[in-house]
């Protein structure tokens, strides 16, 4: 089983600051299967990111994903209030499918 | 509107059995894989199991194999879960997500809005 391991586990900051969460994968992980995504208190997660590098439909372009092999990294150029929220790395190049522990960005 | 709702949680004992639903519509549901995922109170998303567009196959995680079966009905665009031998550690919200297709390589990209399961006596 593929391991994602995410980092930091939380992220304190301030809107207007830039988030880098960072996705590291036990073994090779091909890009086109290293998908990212964002759940809010109490709600369903939502696609951000598939393709390692592509936004999903209606996805702010402030939101961008990078990376191969085993290390993936999601950015928030510009954190807005609606962006306080969990965010999963999932692979599904692999079978059993498995997300990341998730980084919680929170407000400062 | 692209659309998937779950039913069917509740409150089961230990060793029980619950079978959850969910309903598609808004697209063709049956060119669509669908997945289970789970997620425990307070804790993150962990997939349990999916089903090709047809039926004919299934991945399951170990956690679940031989005890929950993935199903589908393309002509009434429903997904099924049916849990048996459940668990205190099957406690969770339950989504159900299509596989997305094309270029997304696979990445559930509509989810439900999730049914509670909770075991305990």
Not at chain 1, 5 to 32: H, I, K
Not at chain 1, 35 to 44: H, I, S
Not at chain 1, 82 to 88: L, M
């Amino acid at each position: 089983e593929i391991v994602l391991t995410q980092s930091p586990g939380t992220l304190s900051l301030s809107p207007g600051e830039r988030a880098t969460l960072s996705c590291r994968a036990s073994q090779s992980v091909s890009s086109d299967y290293l998908v990212w995504y964002q759940q809010k208190q109490g709600q369903a997660p939502r696609l951000l990111i598939y393709g390692a590098s592509n936004r999903a439909t209606g996805i702010p372009d402030r939101f961008s994903g990078s990376g191969s092999g085993t290390d993936f990294t999601l950015t928030i150029s510009r954190l807005e209030p609606e962006d306080f929220a969990v965010y999963y790395c999932q692979q599904n190049d692999y079978s059993p499918r498995t997300f990341g522990q998730g980084t919680k960005v929170e407000l400062k | 509107e692209v659309q998937l709702v779950e039913s069917g949680g509740g409150l089961v004992q230990p060793g029980g059995s619950l079978r959850l639903s969910c309903a598609a519509s808004g697209f063709g549901f049956s060119a669509f894989g669908m997945h289970w995922v789970r997620q425990a109170p307070g804790k993150g998303l962990v997939w349990v199991s999916l089903l090709n567009a047809d039926g004919s196959s299934a991945m399951y995680a170990d956690s679940v194999k031989g005890r929950f079966t993935i199903s589908r009905d393309n002509a009434k665009n429903t997904l099924s879960l049916q849990m048996n031998s459940l668990r205190a550690e099957d406690t969770a919200v339950y989504f159900c997500a299509r596989h997305g297709g094309g270029v997304s390589h696979g990445a559930l990209d509509i989810w439900g809005q999730g049914t509670m399961v909770t075991v305990s006596s």
